[in-house]
């Protein structure tokens, strides 16, 4: 239903101006709907969120441990409430993830609940996909109607990345729910001028800082920014009730972060991805500042493009078109130039409204100017972002691109008896097609009558729509529905490829594998939180085979060494001299623990397969110890961890490269009897192919030099261990018992 508004111009002169509303009347007060609602609204909603969970739960369990390296953490916050409070990557306390540990605490105490497993860790972040979508229609309901929130919330839950991430436990999802309850709020705060509803969102942007550090405030400058002009109330009200909000994000955000940093180093674990065993060095750097000019300290692989080529960091090429890109456009981007031309079409609609968000119309604008505020600055960071970057952080864009969708194709179409705005809709609905057509064509052989289908229906229904203000409402009705179904037809399909598939590892993308990106189950090689950058795959992890492996481990001082120089051609190479592995779990579909994910190169990305026999020897007396072993790398520690549910430390964190710990604190804790066992070369994840014996040869490298940024700490650790301990191989993995030295009696110094 809509309320013309005749004291606004319209920019459209066959037709007066009209603004979508849930209601017949606005309130006296504000201009927001409050009569009641369409006797088809709940039942519609109602099926929106039904159908949005059981996309997001159908064959969850497929993904098993999805990424092992949270779901090491949660399984370890399930153990310990020490680990729990801190985020630890096990029971025993010796070092963090490198991000804040609020999206580890829902899985946590699921497990703690139901315990461990792939569903319990990963049900909680489809009903955060579930809630995610409620939002977005309460949000965009309240000026713009059912018919508006419902397509909004369709248009989300059908995009292929959010389909990816609310299935996956990376800390995106939580993230993206933050974000769009922030939006949310800020909304309900210019009704008004409320200041209960803008302190709300103050403290989701600050559990949002406690989800994924500073990409939480990227959206900060433009809702500050509307609210600050729109909100009805004086200046000095609206500048009182921003920093009001600020205490309130301060408060939410900063008490952890307060515990921590007064916290004793001496007694909490170290701050994984940190070189000086600092979070706020972890925020602004690593995973902060670090993220745009591609300066991340501690990430190894980060930084300028090799060679210095190209325009752009060595994450991928940046630019304004960055999000269209081959390996990145099938994410996110289907309706993402429809919602950009939304934007634009709903700010000249409501363009002549009053500054202030006292009316329908004005309301109607701060909307545009709110959502369009946070899709364009998110989209403009991600574009040139020269640090580490990964399709799914695109999971963000995701709430902003439907609600524009939504707004946009509700205008106008109360505005479709113009001209323009015919013309304006029309467009829109044949550009997303050809777009579609575009991004469809990019998989090889994927549905080939999907892309002919999709183009032909969008341009039917384009015309139509063009036609439609002379052959009545029932055909433009009908021409509206089929442009729908073609419009979303393309993300549907990837979807559904993408719950009906197996999605581990590090690194994960929707849909199938696409020309010039990865896509389907193939997961990057992840260094220090991101893949190997473009033009960098090592010969050795692309051809495999033990001459690889022997050349990556033999050679020393190349640009790229990871710790321990091993297995990588010019001493690039994988923690405890393991080269590539098995082709087959490096493409994702087998993980540490027995389930999907993929070892990948030494268990750098998905950890290895963890053996029975080798996780009995580590269940062996594991009471006795703090750790019942000690690995290189935090994948590769999580797939034991997890296998056997006892305490692995990671040396090194993620990478293996972090400073933690060093060798005289890990002779302490041997000479203490904390530790079992070391693990060297791990099982061969995929066990397929000759690439998985390149990390048996590659041990001619181990304690190489270099040994990454952490300074060699896990190289100098592995070098003491192979000269003082004797080695066992046990269910294809190599241990070497730390209680029990080669001089047989005590643990050397």
């Known amino acids: 239903m809509t309320t013309a508004v005749p004291s606004m111009d319209s920019p459209f002169p066959e037709r007066a101006p009209t603004v979508p509303t849930a209601q017949p009347a606005p309130s006296a007060t504000t201009g927001t709907a409050t009569a009641g609602r369409p006797g088809w609204e709940r039942p519609a909603y109602v099926a929106l969120l039904l159908a949005t969970a059981v996309l997001l739960l159908w064959n969850l369990g497929a993904n098993g441990y999805a990424n092992s390296f949270y779901s090491a953490a949660v399984q370890a916050g399930s153990e310990s409430w020490k680990a729990f409070f801190f985020g630890s990557s096990d029971a025993g306390n010796s070092i963090t993830v490198d991000k804040p540990p609020a999206a580890l605490w829902p899985m946590a105490l699921s497990v703690r609940l139901f315990g461990l497993g792939g569903w319990q860790i990963l049900v909680p972040q489809a009903l955060m996909g579930v809630g995610t979508t409620a939002v977005l229609y309460a949000a965009v309901r309240r000026q713009f109607g059912p018919a508006a929130a419902l397509l909004s919330g369709t248009v989300f839950a059908l995009t292929p990345v959010a389909a990816l991430m609310f299935r996956f436990n990376n800390p995106d999802a939580l993230l993206t729910l933050l974000l769009t309850v922030t939006v949310y709020c800020v909304l309900r705060a210019l009704d008004g001028a409320h200041t209960k509803w803008l ?107 090799p060679g210095g080529g190209g325009g ?26 429809a919602a950009l031309v939304m934007l634009v079409a709903g700010l000249v609609i409501t363009w002549r409204a009053s500054r202030a968000a006292d009316s329908l119309e004005g309301m109607a604008r701060a909307a545009f100017l709110v959502w369009g505020g946070a899709l364009l600055i998110t989209a403009l960071v991600f574009s040139y972002m020269q640090g580490i970057f990964h399709e799914y952080y695109t999971v963000a864009l995701a709430p902003f691109v439907a609600a524009l969708v939504g707004m946009g194709a509700a205008m106008l179409w109360e505005e479709r008896g113009s001209k323009t705005a015919a013309l304006t809709l029309s467009g829109t609905l044949a550009l997303t097609a050809w777009w579609s057509y575009v991004l469809l064509g990019r998989s090889t052989g994927y549905l080939p009558w999907l892309r002919w289908t999709v183009l032909v229906a969008g341009l039917l229904a384009a015309a139509g729509l063009l036609l439609g203000a002379r052959l009545g409402r029932r055909f433009a009705l009908g021409a509206a529905g089929l442009g729908l179904a073609a419009a979303l037809a393309g993300p549907l399909a990837y979807c559904l490829t993408t719950v009906d598939s197996t999605r581990g590892g590090s690194i994960v993308t929707a849909g199938p594998a696409v020309s010039g990106g990865r896509g389907g189950m193939g997961m990057g090689m ?108 935090a994948q590769n520690a999580a797939s034991y961890q997890l296998a056997s549910g006892e305490p692995v430390m990671p040396l090194g964190g993620f990478n293996g490269s972090d400073p933690s710990p060093t060798l005289a604190r890990f002779q302490e804790y041997v000479r203490s009897g904390k530790i079992h066992y070391f693990i060297g070369e791990g099982a061969r994840a995929g066990g397929e192919g000759q690439a998985g014996q390149a990390g048996q040869a590659g041990q001619a490298g181990r304690g190489g030099q270099g040994g990454g940024p952490g300074g060699g700490t896990s190289s100098a650790i592995t070098s003491w261990i192979q000269a003082n301990y004797r080695s066992t191989t046990v269910g294809g993995a190599t241990l070497y018992d730390l209680t029990a030295p080669l001089n047989g009696t005590s643990a050397p110094s």
């Open 199 to 305: 302190v709300w969102a103050g403290v989701a942007v600050g559990l949002a800082f406690l989800t994924k550090t500073l990409q939480a405030f990227v959206i900060l400058p433009p809702l500050a920014l509307v609210y600050a002009v729109c909100a009805p109330a004086r200046l000095r009200r609206r500048l009182g009730q921003l920093l009001l909000a600020g205490a309130a994000m301060v408060v939410a955000g900063g008490w952890w972060v307060a515990i921590v940093e007064l916290w004793p180093a001496s007694s909490r674990p170290y701050i994984g991805g940190s070189q000086n065993n600092s979070f706020l060095e972890l925020t602004l750097g690593y995973n902060g500042l670090g993220r745009i000019s591609g300066n991340e300290t501690g990430s190894v692989g980060g930084g300028a493009r």
């Open 526 to 633: 992840r260094f220090g939180g991101g893949e190997l950058p473009p033009g960098m795959a090592p010969q050795g992890a692309q051809q495999g085979g033990p001459q690889q492996g022997q050349q990556g481990g033999g050679q020393q001082g190349g640009p790229r060494q990871f710790p321990g120089g091993q297995g990588f051609p010019g001493g690039q190479g994988f923690p405890g001299g393991q080269g590539a592995v098995g082709g087959r779990g490096a493409r994702g579909t087998e993980n540490s623990a027995g389930g999907p994910g993929g070892g990948g190169f030494g268990g750098l990305l998905g950890g290895t397969k963890a053996s029975k026999e080798a996780t009995a020897a580590l269940r062996e007396d594991a009471g006795k110890y703090t750790w019942a072993a000690a690995a290189v790398g």
């Open 312 to 337: 752009g960091g060595g994450w991928g090429e940046t630019g304004i078109d960055r999000l269209f890109s081959a390996n990145i456009g099938g994410q996110i981007s289907w309706l993402l130039p």
